[in-house]
């Protein structure tokens, strides 16, 4: 078995090192090639090819966002901000980044700001449409574990909101109710009924935690993308969750009886109960969190949850190749994810404004020494 091809989705804001957003993300889109605007001009995106090499999408990561980096000090004082929610501000407000369009006149009349957060959305490579739905029951069920290790929104409009992914715990989920899809037709059914009902605008408007992608969605699919993990600032940290997403699909792919239809004591519908629990749960805790295991509905703390599955995924990773990127999982887990060090700056007496400025600082200082460590020759061709 070879590694699959992955890519990555990765929303974030502009703003000044003081920690205020600002929109930018039309001056970026003309100038740049490579960037998209979000429905909100406080945040822009770029993707990353797919590759298989994790040295390779390191540097992909890398390599756009040091270019974005220095076009914004060419405008100004202006930077990168790390989280995924409008930490200090301006979450009442709506910032077009491109008027004329009209399903960005949807999305601010149907959502409004709840919908202006940073995120990272991870596309993994499936060929077999039937395997691919397969691994999306699984991974839907699992996903409130990558939340749990990439919340990174504890603060909202100046507060602590007492969520540690407050992304997560307002955004809209649409429609409201999705099925574990138990075949390509059915998805491809059950799409076709939302369009015409007018619960989907068009087959890119399926907000949940995992969906199938594809370039001709739902028929042609050739790709899981993951889309609730938090911003994951750090390149290590985010390409570690990556390996263990990798790793856990490829234990499926090598074991199809962990499909959850088959391996979970649980009917359908009780597991979707569950997992949109988890996810709850998850927003709220994050790593601290007492979840409930699919398999049979037990309790089990997020942390531990993620243990068991790194071990189990370990030895693959390991004789795969790449168990030095799922390592820093461990880091996560003893150090705590990005929202847990933030409120312990707090618990500590430390100012919102200060915690975000120092974290500003901290996340170039980290590209910075990445890039120039392990990516100065792609960086600089």
């Known amino acids: 078995m070879g590694l699959l091809t992955k890519?990555?989705?990765i929303e974030i804001y502009t703003g000044t090192p003081q920690?205020?957003?600002i929109g930018l993300s039309d001056?970026?889109?003309q100038d740049l090639t490579g960037f998209v605007r979000e429905?909100?001009?406080?945040?822009v995106e770029y993707t990353t090819a797919p590759f298989q090499s994790y040295d390779r999408l390191l540097c992909a990561i890398l390599r756009p966002r040091r270019q974005l980096r220095q076009y914004l000090a060419s405008l100004g004082d202006y930077t990168l901000i790390p989280g995924s929610c409008l930490s200090l501000g301006g979450g009442q407000v709506f910032y077009r980044s491109d008027p004329q369009n009209p399903y960005h006149s949807y999305?601010?009349?149907?959502?409004?700001?709840?919908?202006?957060?940073?995120?990272v959305h991870i596309n993994i490579g499936i060929a077999d449409p039937e395997h691919l739905l397969q691994a999306c029951r699984l991974v839907r069920l699992e996903a409130p574990l990558y939340l749990a290790l990439s919340a990174s929104s504890p603060f909202f409009d100046g507060r602590v909101t007492g969520?540690?992914?407050s992304r997560w715990q307002v955004f809209p989920k649409t429609p409201p109710q999705v099925p574990l899809f138990t075949s390509h037709g059915h998805f491809i059914e059950w799409t076709e009924q939302q369009l015409q009902l007018g619960t989907m605008q068009n087959v890119r408007h399926l907000w949940a935690s995992v969906r199938p992608n594809g370039d001709n969605r739902p028929y042609n699919l050739n790709r899981l993308e993951l889309r609730i993990c938090d911003l994951v600032t750090n390149p290590l940290h985010l390409l570690a969750i990556v390996a263990l997403l990798e790793a856990r699909l490829m234990q499926l792919a090598l074991d199809p009886s962990l499909d959850p239809l088959q391996a979970s004591s649980l009917a359908p519908d009780r597991l979707l109960e569950l997992t949109d629990k988890n996810e709850t749960l998850a927003a709220q805790s994050s790593l601290d969190a007492t979840l409930f295991h699919w398999?049979?509905?037990?309790p089990i703390q997020a942390r531990d949850w993620i243990e068991e599955l790194y071990t189990s995924v370990y030895p693959l990773a390991k004789a795969q190749g790449f168990s030095c990127f799922l390592s820093p999982v461990q880091t996560i887990l003893r150090q705590g994810n990005m929202a847990q060090q933030w409120l312990q700056q707090y618990q500590k007496g430390i100012s919102l404004s200060v915690i975000l400025q120092q974290a500003i600082?901290?996340?170039?200082?980290e590209e910075q020494r990445l890039a120039e460590d392990l990516c100065l020759p792609a960086l600089v061709a």
Do not use: C, K, M, W
């Open 361 to 365: 600082f901290d996340t170039e200082q």
């Open 39 to 43: 429905p909100d001009s406080r945040n």
């Open 107 to 119: 999305i601010e009349q149907t959502y409004g700001p709840t919908v202006v957060t940073a995120s």
């Open 295 to 298: 398999q049979d509905g037990r």
């Open 7 to 9: 890519g990555l989705e």
């Open 27 to 29: 001056r970026i889109v």
């Open 163 to 165: 969520a540690h992914s």
């Open 19 to 21: 920690g205020q957003i």
